[in-house]
């Protein structure tokens, strides 16, 4: 470039209007500058051009030309197209960003003095192809119709530890692909917090390891738009931080690991940042809205994983969760892990939206919290349909017996593991399982169906549980913060049933107090209703209906009326009914899970002393009905009766 030609540049610029741009071109990087910028140009030693703050070897400068092109400043254009790619840079930004660009592979890392957010806006395809950034600002990125392929490593690779805003352009779809076998964490990569927003579609697969990995949290903004996991080595989404999807769609599919993982923020040296220093640091899932779906295969996956919370509500969208683990155990070594839909290592909190879980792998759990479980509201539906795994054993095998108080039969079996055994099981916490409310619908075909090993309290809400092991059974465990075993029921309605032991099962004591709570045991010496021998039922209130081969319970401190039959109760209708009657004055209809025979224990506000009461079988039962529950229902004609003793 000649100083002829640069002279007459500089005198073109001076009496341009302020439309026009000069454009300087270094290999695939074009330098932007709006004519009003540009200034004074000085040409030093025949060898260089300074243009605002950036100085040109001339020898680097293939072409220089002007034209009307609109300059924004701050933001940046990549665009690929086959094996190439070309670099378009603003003015403001041009003296502080280093630009290397080798065929399709373009890397940009900004340094220590840019002062305000960079935008790069990525757009083309490349089916070899890269883009890398460094910097030490929160930057944005826009995919704006972007198909790119590195078979080498990461198709993007953010190693800017700040904000990054990734945006999908509306109405475009963007596909990254990374290579086999090479070092990347994934075929997207972000080190810094990650935002996702706008509405288009954006593809990944990862080819070596995850998806994507985030150093730090991601969160899906409201206006997010679809992302579609197609496959991974490891996980479909792998942050540390925590995760938090306030709308859009997430599918995944086709991973070899978990679907989400989730983990507490480490330092250089992989030491967890403390909660006090870093207040984001929660290991957590956090869904206020969107849709997620995530299938996962292998052995021993999750679908979603956190080390922390796992929080479900809609204060930002409607929130709908649907999660697939088709997998079984995996053995390695004496450790054997189960698969599972959802799993927290602290705690699992349900206050709103729609979450449909199915476990179909053998010894597949749907839900696992080794924490606490709270369920306030929204839909929840948890199916394990595998058999379990290993040499289990337990099944409850019950001595036989009949209703009263003092019985006192031996504690129910159902829950032992072996160490190279895992059951299938619908919902299990560790800790405490609180419910309030919400719609719980659970199905355990080989163990129990809503499990937890401290104590379980519904106050509300509407339960059904089935399950070939005890329906919901709360359970003792020595291993345990707080373990009591005790199952309070003061409100909702609560249905268990059981095919082969007990509906509802407490190994501490057992108190109803209000609400529904229905029990059927399995067939033979199973209970609807069952407490160990060391413990109680008490009943004070609320609407009581169970029934088995025996019971299990001692009474105590019972304020409430309730009545037990000593021969058994029989509808032989599978979509019968069990009806409560005081002569012709029916008080209540239990629906029947199948056709059903059984030792009967019920108890109503309405029931008195010293008053005869049946329990018979109808076919023709009209009312509200409520989770199989009808109160003063409308019945024709009632048989089988049987007289219930009353205490």
């Given at each position: 470039m ?8 500089a005198l073109?610029?001076?009496?341009a209007?302020?439309?026009q741009?000069l454009?300087v ?5 074009t330098?932007?500058i ?7 140009m ?5 060898s260089e051009?300074t243009i605002?703050d950036?100085t ?6 293939d072409k ?7 300059v924004?400043?701050s ?6 197209n086959g094996?190439?790619a070309s670099v378009?840079i603003p003015y403001?930004?041009?003296?502080h960003l280093?630009?290397a660009v080798?065929g ?9 003095n840019v002062?305000s957010e960079v935008t ?8 070899d192809?890269?883009f890398?950034?460094d ?9 704006n119709?972007l198909?790119?392929?590195n ?8 190693r800017d530890g700040k904000r990054?805003n990734?945006?999908?352009?509306d109405?475009t779809?963007n596909t ?5 076998n090479g070092s990347?964490?994934a075929c997207?990569a972000i ?13 990944i ?6 998806a994507f990995w985030g150093?730090?949290y991601m969160q899906?903004?409201?206006?997010a738009g679809t992302?579609?996991?197609t496959?991974?080595v490891g ?8 995760f ?6 997430v ?7 978990d679907g989400i ?8 040296n992989?030491?967890?940042?403390p909660?006090?220093e870093?207040?984001d ?9 969107g849709t997620l779906?995530?299938t ?6 999750k679908?979603?994983?956190a080390?922390g919370?796992i ?6 969208a409607t ?9 079984g155990v995996a ?5 054997y892990t189960s ?8 705690s699992?909190t ?7 879980l199915?476990a179909?792998?053998q010894?597949g759990?749907a839900?696992?919290?080794e924490g606490?479980?709270?369920i306030?509201?929204?839909?929840l ?11 289990s054993?337990?099944?409850g095998?019950h001595p036989?017996?009949g209703w009263?108080?003092?019985g006192?039969w031996g504690?129910?079996g159902?829950?032992t593991?072996?160490s190279n055994?895992?059951?299938?099981k ?9 419910i309030t409310g919400?719609?719980v ?7 129990e169906?809503l ?8 106050t ?9 092991d005890?329906?919901i059974?709360?359970s003792?465990?020595a291993?345990?913060?707080n373990?009591?075993?005790n199952?309070?029921i003061?409100?909702g309605i609560v249905?268990?049933y059981s095919?082969n032991?007990?509906?509802?099962d407490?190994?501490g004591?057992l108190?109803?107090s209000?609400?529904?709570?229905i ?6 010496a ?7 021998e ?6 004070t209130?609320?609407?009581l209906f ?5 019971t299990?319970t001692r009474?105590s401190s ?14 032989t209708?599978?979509t019968?009914?069990f009806v ?7 008080i ?16 109503s506000?309405?029931m008195?002393?010293?008053t005869s ?5 109808a076919?023709s039962v ?7 529950f009808?109160?003063s ?11 219930l003793?009353?205490?």
């Open positions: 000649n100083k002829s030609i640069i002279m007459l540049l073109m610029l001076s009496i209007n302020y439309a741009t454009n071109v270094v290999g695939a990087t330098y932007c709006p004519a009003e910028k540009a200034g004074d000085p040409y030093t030693t025949g051009l605002i950036k040109f070897p001339i020898n680097d400068i220089i030309f002007i034209d009307e092109s609109s924004t400043a933001s940046v254009d990549v665009t690929y094996n190439s378009r403001d930004i041009m003296s280093n630009v080798k399709g592979h373009v890397s940009i890392v900004q340094d220590a002062t790069y806006t990525l757009s083309g395809n490349s089916n192809g890269s890398y950034m910097g030490e600002l929160k930057a944005t990125v826009v995919l119709g198909t790119l392929n078979p080498d490593s990461a198709a993007i690779n953010i990054i990734l945006i999908l352009n109405g779809t990254l692909t990374d290579g086999k990347q964490k997207l080190k810094g917090h990650t935002e996702i927003d706008g509405g288009g579609t954006l593809n697969t990862g080819n070596t390891a995850h150093k730090e899906l903004k409201k206006g992302i579609n996991i496959g991974a996980d479909g989404i792998n942050v540390n931080q925590y938090q999807q306030n709308g859009g769609t599918n995944i599919t086709g991973v070899g690991d993982q989730v983990s507490f923020k480490t330092d250089d992989d030491v967890i940042i909660i006090t870093d207040e640091n929660t290991g957590m899932v956090l869904l206020k809205g779906n995530i996962v295969t292998n052995t021993g996956v679908g979603i994983k080390e919370p929080n479900i509500n809609e204060s930002k929130t709908n969760v649907t999660v697939k683990a088709t997998g053995v390695d070594g004496s450790d698969s599972a839909c959802m799993k927290s290592d602290q699992i349900i206050d709103a939206g729609t979450i449909t199915t179909t792998g010894g759990r839900m696992l919290s606490t479980l709270d306030n509201g929204g839909k539906t948890a199916r394990a349909e595998g058999s379990n795994y290993g040499n054993s337990g099944g095998n036989g017996g009263g108080p003092g006192g504690p129910g159902g829950n593991n072996t055994s895992k059951n299938a619908g919902v299990k916490a560790v800790g405490a399982i609180t919400g719609d619908n659970i199905y355990s075909a080989s163990h169906g499990e937890s090993k401290t104590s379980i309290d519904i509300g809400g509407t339960i059904y549980v089935k399950a070939s005890d329906a059974n709360c003792r465990d291993s345990v913060n373990s009591t075993g199952f309070t003061s409100g249905y268990g095919t032991n007990d509906g509802l407490a190994n004591n108190t109803i209000g609400g529904v709570a029990g059927f045991g399995g067939n033979g199973e209970a609807g209703i069952d407490t160990d060391q413990h109680s039922l008490t009943i209130g609320g609407q169970g029934i088995g081969g025996r299990d009474f019972c304020t409430q009326v309730y009545g037990y039959s000593s021969s058994s109760a029989r509808c209708s599978s019968g009914y409560l009657s005081e002569g012709s004055t029916r209540f209809a239990v629906k029947v899970p199948a056709s059903y025979s059984g030792i009967v224990l019920v108890s506000p309405l008195k002393k010293s009461y049946t329990v018979g079988m076919t009209s009312g509200t009905e409520n989770n199989g009808i109160e229902p409308t019945v024709g004609s009632v048989s089988n009766t049987v007289t003793t009353g205490r």
